[in-house]
């Protein structure tokens, strides 16, 4: 079902509506829909590689509003919505202990969700479920998501379709290697 979802998201680049689908993906991946609009947007940058900024920025907005809208659920509906939601992806069991630890390093759980294959509607349900402030979590979401749709338009604007497969199979492991490392590197400093 995810591959027939995926392909069908693929298959909008085309649509001549492109950018507002751009968009109401951004804003839905954020807080329920499991298809990130990288999906989208690589083929759209690929076809016109000079609005792969307006691009990025339209789906910088659109998921930092579908954040709020997350963080929103978890706040306000977190039982009725936001638990199921979190269930269906498998992190039930995880959700007590991940909620006493997650605003100590809320800034960094953001910013790791943010730029790396983690569900990152896990992280916006779960910062209103748990109190983060508000500010801390739409600033910490607009550097996360500005890093990682700038960083992927600016690659395929500049080498474009050879940079495709691996920007679709590597670059969420770089994303994932950077932050292991910048969490690395602040323990070290912290702590040793």
């Known amino acids: ?12 680049a085309s649509h001549p509506h492109a950018l507002w689908v ?4 951004a804003f839905i991946e954020s807080s329920v829909f499991p298809i990130p609009p ?6 759209m940058i690929l076809a016109r590689p000079n609005r792969a900024w307006l691009i990025a920025g339209i789906a910088l ?27 269906a992806l498998g992190k ?19 910013l790791g969700a943010g730029v790396t294959p983690f569900p990152f509607k896990v992280i916006t349900i779960m910062s209103g479920w748990t109190g983060m402030p508000l500010f801390t979590f739409v600033a910490t979401s607009i550097l996360a998501r500005a890093l990682r749709f700038f960083i992927v338009a600016g690659l395929l604007w500049k080498f ?3 940079i ?7 670059l969420p492991l770089v994303f994932t290697v950077c932050v292991i490392l910048l969490f690395g590197g602040f323990f070290m400093v912290r702590y040793l």
């Open 1 to 12: 079902m995810i591959k027939r979802l995926y392909d069908w998201v693929f298959g909008l």
């Open 22 to 25: 751009l968009a109401f993906i």
């Open 38 to 43: 990288d999906v989208l947007m690589i083929p």
């Open 61 to 87: 907005v659109a998921s930092v509003l579908g954040g709020i809208l997350g963080y929103a659920i978890g706040a306000l509906a977190f039982e009725a919505i936001g638990q199921p939601i979190l269930a």
């Open 92 to 110: 039930a069991d995880a959700m007590a202990e991940f909620s006493t630890r997650f605003n100590d390093m809320g800034f960094w759980a953001v």
């Open 160 to 162: 474009g379709a050879p």
């Open 164 to 170: 495709r497969n691996f920007i679709e199979r590597q």
